[in-house]
């Protein structure tokens, strides 16, 4: 079990809190709250729904609530975020949803981009060996090692760059 909500407040607790409210609770004394038990402490287990769907790498679900279900069951309920609101920033100017959403894109884009770019020039540097003058390599494999890191570089032209793009293969 995992969260527990209290009747008479209403608050939502992890199992742990609960048992630190209620001590006769301890797991030595009882490993397993029932949901018999729970009733007896006015409280009822509250059961994980599933995640809502998101739109990746932009969204994300996270949990914001509980409610009854038709059963009488508490679940929790599960939203979309990031989660923006308009506002007025401290220079007067209005922030809309739109604005802050593009931004907020942009930003995970280029955090993608410079992952991506990082990963990319390691491998670059680690494949550095392969085009030296005196690389024991065969002339074909040097060549196939030429072709792997051209793609390398081409990465930021690929199709899905940063997100989805596929990493061309070592040719070891």
Known sequence: MGLIRIRETGEVVTEITFRT???????????????????????DPVMESAQADTTPPYEFSFRSGVEQDSDGNWMTVNSVGPVF????????VVQSVDAQTT?????????AAEGARSTRTTLLADSDWTQMADTALTTEKKAEWATYRQALRDLPTASGWPHTHTMPTNPE
């Open 21 to 43: 409210m209620h001590k006769k609770t301890r797991p030595v004394l009882e490993p397993t709250l029932t949901k018999e038990r729970l009733d007896g402490l006015g409280a």
């Open 85 to 92: 609101t308009e506002y007025t920033d401290e220079d007067g």
């Open 103 to 111: 931004a907020y894109r942009a930003n995970v884009d280029a955090k």
